[in-house]
């Protein structure tokens, strides 16, 4: 792929396969950056659909700090965009699933009130 830098210059860069392939051009060759697909988890609520912990993979080939060049995955929360590797991701993969357990215990809470909730 061929993207114009700020100052004019074209520079040839790889693409990832998972890359989406959408890149601003002219940008400082650090900022280039690639992105895969969004995911995330659509929540039912009374006032509609809500998207939570949106996620994609990301890499910023050249940054200026070589160590944070490798892809990672960018992970929504708080209203936040945060780098996870991979040791991060599957350490809020558990947290969600132990999360989940805590959920389905307050569901069987409210199923022994009358009506069932909702």
Known sequence: MTIRLAGGMDVVVPEPSWCEGVHQQGQALENLFHEGPETGL?????????????????????????????????????????????AEVRELAAGLVAHAEVLRGMAEELDGFSGGGR
């Open 42 to 86: 659509i929540v039912a609520t009374l006032r509609g659909p809500v998207e939570i912990l949106a996620a994609a993979l990301a890499q910023y080939p050249f940054r200026t700090d070589v160590l944070r060049r490798s892809p990672v995955a960018t992970v929504l929360l708080d209203g936040a965009w945060y780098e996870l590797g991979s």
